[in-house]
C-alpha cells in the first residue's frame, strides 16, 4: 500500500513569490493535517482538513492556506514567501478527523522548500 | 496552550547500551501520545502510539510508558544499535475544541549509537 505522498520533494524560490505544495493520503484516510518544521525544531501545526472542510488551524499567517479535494488529497498554499518560511513542510493523513481510540498519524516525506 | 519538552537534547552512547528518553507536556488533557523517529532530512515514522487510557505500549525493543496524571512518558530502547541513530519526537493529540486533532511536538532528542 502507497503511504503519503507529497510533491514536489524540493523546491527552491525567490522571495515574494507564490508556492503550491500536495499531498495524498493513504487510501481510505479522509483526514489531512499540514506541519512546518524548521531545522533544529520539532512540526509545528499549520492546517487539519476533514471531509474537505477546515477543522484547525495553527498560529500561521493568512499568507498560508489550504484546500482539500473530492479525493481528499491537499494542496498547502503560500503566497509572499519569506525567508522564514523555508522549512520542510510536512503532510499527515489519519482514518478520521477525530483520529479515533485507534488512530494515529502517518507522515509523508515532506518538502523541503528553500526560499532565496 | 500545551508545551511538550524533550530531555535530552541530545545523547551519545555506545552500542548495546539500554536507554530512556523522556517527554514531558503540561495540559493532561490528551488523547493520545505518539513517539516517532527522524532520520535527517526526512519524515516522520511513527514508533509507538499510546492511547490516554494506556500506560505502556512495546514495539520489539522499544517500550513507551505514559503517565497523564504528571504529564510524562518514557520511551526505552534496548540493545541499541547504531541503526537508531536518529532524532526521536514525541507528540501529543489535543482533545476537543479549536484545538482538535491537532498535534503538539517536542523538539526532540537527538540520538547517536556509535558502534
Known amino acids: 500500500d502507497a503511504g503519503v505522498t507529497q510533491s514536489p520533494t524540493h523546491l527552491i524560490k525567490t522571495r515574494g513569490q507564490h508556492v503550491t505544495l500536495r499531498c495524498s493520503p493513504i487510501s481510505g484516510h479522509k483526514s489531512v493535517s499540514w506541519y512546518q518544521q524548521v531545522l533544529g525544531q520539532g512540526p509545528q501545526f499549520i492546517f487539519q482538513y476533514y471531509e474537505k472542510e477546515e477543522r484547525g488551524r495553527g498560529n500561521f499567517p493568512d499568507r498560508f492556506s489550504a484546500r482539500q479535494f473530492p479525493n481528499y488529497s491537499s494542496e498547502l498554499n503560500v503566497n509572499a514567501l519569506l525567508l522564514g518560511d523555508s522549512a520542510l513542510y510536512l503532510c499527515a493523513s489519519s482514518r478520521r478527523g477525530n483520529q479515533g481510540p485507534t488512530d494515529g498519524y502517518t507522515f509523508g516525506s515532506g518538502t523541503r522548500l528553500t526560499v532565496v | 496552550k500545551q508545551e511538550v519538552t524533550q530531555i535530552p537534547a541530545a545523547l551519545s552512547v555506545p552500542e548495546g547500551e539500554n536507554l530512556v528518553l523522556n517527554c514531558s507536556f503540561t495540559d493532561s488533557a490528551i488523547y493520545n501520545l505518539q513517539w516517532f523517529r527522524q532520520d535527517p532530512g526526512k519524515g516522520l515514522t511513527s514508533l509507538l502510539l499510546i492511547q490516554s487510557s494506556q500506560r505502556e505500549q512495546t514495539s520489539g525493543r522499544l517500550n513507551a510508558s505514559l503517565d497523564k496524571s504528571s504529564g510524562r512518558s518514557t520511551l526505552y530502547i534496548a540493545a541499541s544499535q547504531p541503526g537508531d541513530s536518529a532524532t526521536y519526537l514525541c507528540?501529543?493529540?489535543?482533545?476537543?475544541?479549536?484545538?482538535?486533532?491537532?498535534?503538539?511536538f517536542g523538539q526532540g532528542t537527538i540520538l547517536t549509537v556509535h558502534p
Open positions: 507528540a501529543v493529540r489535543a482533545g476537543g475544541g479549536t484545538s482538535y486533532g491537532k498535534l503538539t
